[in-house]
């Protein structure tokens, strides 16, 4: 049963349900630029899952794909894949704290995979809270395991490897199954309970895996000693000599009996013909401590925990809007290409060379009113109108408004307008604007109604008053 804040989670526009159908859908979002821990369908399952167990919530548009988690009276938010850097990220942030009143918490975040996206740097204290984000990832390479760096044996080791050859010569004999589903899920399931907080982070990966027996790139291992289960360690296969590790998890009725099952699994693993194991980080330190004895290493990337911050402003984030001069005619015309080509319904196909004419003969027209937006140095958007005197007034007349695609769904368009309408208004005593709308549910112009234009049916244009505008703006 979902609870108050799911619902009004699930009124936000472009939430909905995890389902297990939705893997393809995250395995073509994933990154390709490198390997990473949290790029990995079982740990889409665990960092969504809900406080019972039941998988989370997914935010899903052409630009962003982020899963949800609702447990501890709080959101816990994961970026898979945002192609605006970390503007809808934040966006999507707000709107849930708006909704939902809930803490948001961003997980596995990567600062430079969302440059547009600010987050206070303060530590975080909540060791439950954090989840395994309390402690950094490590990377651990199996031919170097229990090594040291010279190349001897990791004194932090030693105790480790007495407890598993005390295990190996006792009379404990573990039968070990690889295929999950030759052993009960009612007994699986039972085991987990043991623990509340275990049982529903696993749960959908352990879901998950019963209705995909046949897939090859999990690695898993039921340890069974009289009947009884004593240890499940479950990890996602990346490369043919990569994977992640996500589910460790032994009864430790016995001393050495957790060291001699990892040893067990990573040894095999190794056998296997894997390099390198993806361990995400720990919840607590004892954990941590006890991984640092297999000698892990940093990853080539640093992620962490962020608390988000409700009291920034939804638009906050670095963007100059400035005249435009000669010199931006050729980005100008890229984007207008971009803008324009990725527009099907319109049939138009334009070149560099014809746009970049066209921008010239709008600069040459009117060029103080021609205004650029720059995220951090980069020419993102432009917007551009004419002025002339009309019965009631001066007019700006005609105009182009086009924004890189990429970043179509954040505040860029209704930015430029302000500005534009503001600087019309200031210089020109502007009282309206009047401009040819393409009749597309896919271009900037569609969505102005909301700003306060309407269509004139004799002129089949738009035309809006600039107070109006300016007031809707605000």
């Known amino acids: 049963m979902k609870s108050i804040k799911e619902k009004q989670l699930l009124t936000i526009s472009g939430i909905s349900r995890l389902e297990l159908e939705d893997e393809q859908l995250f ?10 821990y949290a790029r990995s369908w079982l740990y889409t399952l665990r960092t969504s899952h809900g406080e019972d167990g039941k998988r989370g919530y997914k935010f899903v548009t052409p630009d962003i794909i982020v899963v949800i988690g609702y447990r501890n009276n709080v959101m816990y ?80 080791a030693r105790k480790f490897i007495k407890k598993v050859k ?26 987990l309970a043991a623990d509340k907080e275990k049982y529903a982070s696993y749960l959908p990966i352990i879901d998950y895996l019963y209705a995909h027996q046949k897939d090859l790139r999990y690695k898993i291992m039921l340890f069974i000693y009289k009947k009884k289960l004593h240890g499940i360690f479950i990890g996602e296969v990346f490369s043919l000599t990569e994977m992640g ?7 430790k009725d016995t001393p050495g009996m957790t060291e001699w099952m990892d040893s067990y699994y990573f040894r095999k693993m190794f056998f296997d013909g894997i390099q390198t194991v993806y361990l995400g980080g720990s919840e607590r330190e004892g954990i941590a401590h006890y991984v640092n004895k297999l000698f892990p290493y940093n990853p080539p990337y640093s992620v962490q925990a962020v608390m ?32 324009y080509n990725s527009v099907e319904e319109l049939g138009e196909h334009w070149t560099k060379e014809i746009a970049h004419k066209f921008i010239s003969s709008f600069y040459k027209r009117q060029p103080d009113l021609f205004f650029l937006a ?5 020419i993102v958007g432009a917007i551009v109108a004419g002025v002339q005197p009309w019965w009631d007034g001066n007019h700006l007349f005609g105009g182009e408004i086009f924004v890189d695609p990429q970043y179509k769904n ?49 002129w089949k244009i738009i035309s809006g008053d600039i107070y109006t505008i300016l007031k809707r703006l605000q």
């Open 27 to 36: 395995r073509i979002a994933f990154p390709k630029d490198s390997i990473q």
């Open 77 to 156: 938010v994961t970026p898979i894949l945002d192609k605006t850097h970390g503007i809808i990220l934040q966006k999507l942030c707000q709107a849930i704290f708006e909704t939902t009143q809930c803490r948001v918490l961003l997980k596995k975040f990567h600062q430079e995979s969302y440059e547009q996206f600010h987050v206070p740097q303060t530590q975080l204290d909540s060791r439950h809270l954090l989840e395994d984000d309390s402690c950094p990832e490590t990377v651990l390479q199996l031919n170097k395991i229990f090594i040291s760096p010279q190349g001897e044996i990791n004194p932090n």
């Open 166 to 191: 005390k295990i190996e010569q006792s009379a404990i004999q573990f039968d070990v199954i690889e295929d999950i589903t030759k052993f009960s899920k009612t007994k699986v399931k039972h085991f």
């Open 245 to 251: 590790f996500y589910c460790g998890v032994t009864s």
């Open 308 to 339: 988000y911050d409700h009291m920034l402003k939804k638009d906050e984030f670095s963007l100059n809007i400035r005249p435009i001069n000669e010199d931006d005619f050729l980005p100008l015309a890229e984007i207008y290409c971009k803008a």
């Open 374 to 378: 720059e995220y951090n140095v980069k």
């Open 410 to 458: 954040t505040d860029i368009e209704k930015r430029l307008v302000k500005h534009l309408l503001t600087s019309a208004q200031s210089k020109y005593h502007a009282v309206a604007w009047d401009a040819i709308a393409p009749n597309t549910g896919n271009h900037a112009w569609r969505s102005f109604q909301k700003y306060g234009f309407t269509q004139v049916p004799s």
